[in-house]
């Protein structure tokens, strides 16, 4: 559940940022292969902005997908999952997006 | 209006009109709201001190009774790493051991992968020539510092307690409490986990992952995030092969189509085989720094170990 403590430091990176200021809503960007799943961010987010200025905030999540681009015959695609292999069976593969771990901005009212 | 630190202001006096509104937030002596609203709609920043330690809104006109709310709201952009504090104290960590010349490994696994028994034996037959220490990650218990400690090597345990990895700023007070010798090896066993640590640098020299032969030959596929960021991969438990369907030509094609850069190695830890070649891999990574897979630059040569 590494959810919890990338959840805790959103937390604390954000109210760095905004002080005592009502957050009302928070926007990341979490790719496909980065290994976190938005559901269980959502819901730590849930339990540690309870009781600070995030409370409520809206948490809005965009999951770009994985992309990669082979360098055997150099096609860019999207990579379904964290395997990195190109359609032409070629595993020489640089994954180019999708690992995003980002807070992007946040709103306060 | 004073409440110094009250929970309501008291309404009557305040506002001179007939619409009186609630002020959950308190208001120190002196507090003035003196800033002025455009109306069209843009946004500002309020910079003036709230002492209370909480956020209320403002609103220039008041027409009823009831709460307000600015309708602008202020977007910040911020674009940082969600890892971002994580990172910059691994960064630190990572300068205080090149500082001292000491090669760090965080070593993880799944439980019982046999991580603590690796340790102990590299201890007990390159004790000699590696001045080693051990950080210990475990949820609970100093039974594997406890192990390090009966080889005669130094060790701290860190409790996690809920916790299913290890942070660089635990790793931070580990090494606080550890002092490890300028020009040591250490090793840091991280809790048992192929998922949660794979995340997270803690500022170490290199990455070793190791799995067991009883664990199946399919872990790299199914816990990729953890092989992407190994440095070395060690099968363990070799002595086991006859007996389980582990191939281990399998394991390591999968583990290279995840990671090319990824260094391999089937050992027993128990029974000895392959252990030259981890001693070997050691020894390279100890006289200069690993041919570190990842991104993490490093800063300390070869040369500057003097």
Known sequence: ?109 | MSSVDGSVAVPEPVHGDQHRHLHDGEHHDGHQHEHEHDDDGRQHPHDHDHGGGQAHSHDGAHDGGQEHSHTPVTTITLEQSLLARNDLSAARNRGWLAGRAIQAFNVMSSPGAGKTTLLVRTIEELGERLSIAVIEGDQETSLDADRIRRAGRPAVQINTGAGCHLDADMLRRGLDALNPDPGSTLFIENVGNLVCPALFDLGETAKVVIISVTEGDDKPQKYPHMFMAADLVIINKSDLLPYVEFDVDECFRQARQLNPHVEMLAISATGGAGLDSWYDWLIKNTQTPASHAGAQPHPMTSASQV
Do not use: K, W, Y
Not at chain 1, 2 to 12: A, F, K
Not at chain 1, 40 to 64: H, S
């Open chain 1, 1 to 109: 559940m590494h959810e919890l403590s990338i959840t805790q430091s959103l937390v604390d990176a954000v109210l760095d940022c905004t002080g005592d200021r009502t957050v009302t809503g928070v926007n990341l960007r979490i790719g496909r292969l980065s290994g976190v799943l938005p559901d269980a961010l959502r819901f730590c987010f849930q339990l540690l902005a309870e009781g600070t200025p995030l409370a409520g905030a809206d948490l809005r999540i965009d999951e770009p997908a994985g992309r990669a681009t082979c360098h055997t015959c150099r096609q860019s695609f999207i990579l379904p999952d964290t395997i990195p292999l190109c359609t032409c069976g070629s595993a020489d593969v640089e994954i180019t997006g999708g690992r995003e771990l980002m807070l992007a901005s946040v709103e306060v009212g």
